[in-house]
């Protein structure tokens, strides 16, 4: 023996009492409370690539490196050295010891190679009247290398020549701990730029586009020495045009430089990796030190940009918009 016939009408009442019901209520709630959920909570790991120019900037590595430069200067043209330690110097070079404060060489070819150990520190800047500025810290080394003619420069502006037979390099390190060696180069080098052994791709720990401060400085007076620039998130595809002195804090994540090059009295860097966090702008009252805009995408944000994942979003965005109309339906036929 059978059952009562199943007709339309009971299937629509059956249907109007699950979409009708309270459970059902309560999982679309929890459905769109997920999505609100998902809008808010940061994401991590958020890839980016930073392209600026900037007056000054401060690297430190996150593992051994070496940059060299080329330059040729027109003859006399002078390279200022500051902060050396005068041991180590060649026999060619040996008098520039008593030099108490620079050392002033004017010269016709020199060529810059920067050893940076594991937690160096390079700082690039321009000086006032465009002089391409390179120092380094913790253990940094610049191996300067002169050849053809060779000048020492006093401080009355007298020139004395040095006479040398072949090209002579000199190993500049730090005369003490915390002080900055220094290279300063004719403001008239021309465009430099500075070729990284590891196929541009050198691991950083974190830059600074300032200069060093003191240990313990409060962040809130750092001033940025950004001139432009643009931020790019590379999962979300946001682009933000950067201002100029311009704060940038990217917390967390890793850093790799690919570029760093001085070309028209300016600093561009290319640096590119991953951050937990990612703001600009001003800083903010308050502690922790953060920023005013907080440019993290949230985790929706992310997912909504996966090229593999927007098929399915769409297709359970439409679902969901489906199963609402059809309770508002199953509410009208219960009635």
Known sequence: MGGPPVTRTSIEDI???????????????????????????????????LKATTRTIEISTSARGALTIDANFPKGNEIQIYGANPDGLPPELTTLADATSAIRLAVSSATLQISLPTDGTLIVRMTSDGAPDIGVLNNGVI????????????????????????????????????????????????????????????????????YPRIAGDDPRTYQSEILTGQLQILDTGAKIKLQPRELILLEGGSRMLSRLEIIDKAVAVDVSGEANRI???????????????????SVLSYLLNQHELKVLWGIALTLLGALWKARQWALKWAK
């Open 279 to 297: 703001s600009v702008g001003p800083p903010r009252p308050g502690s922790p030190f953060s920023l005013d805009r907080d440019l993290t995408p």
């Open 143 to 210: 191996h300067l290398t002169l050849a053809g003619m060779i000048e020492r420069i006093e401080v009355n502006g007298q020139r004395t020549a040095i006479n040398i037979e072949r090209a002579t390099s000199w190993n500049i390190r730090a005369r003490g701990k915390d002080i900055l060696a220094r290279v300063v180069l004719p403001p008239n080098a021309g465009p430099i730029a500075l070729y990284t052994i590891a196929l541009y791709n050198q691991p950083i720990s974190d830059f600074w586009f300032r």
């Open 15 to 49: 249907a109007a009492g699950i979409l009708g019901s309270r459970w059902f209520l309560g999982l679309v709630s929890v459905a769109i409370l997920g999505l609100l959920a998902l809008a808010s909570w940061p994401w991590s790991f958020n890839r980016f690539v």
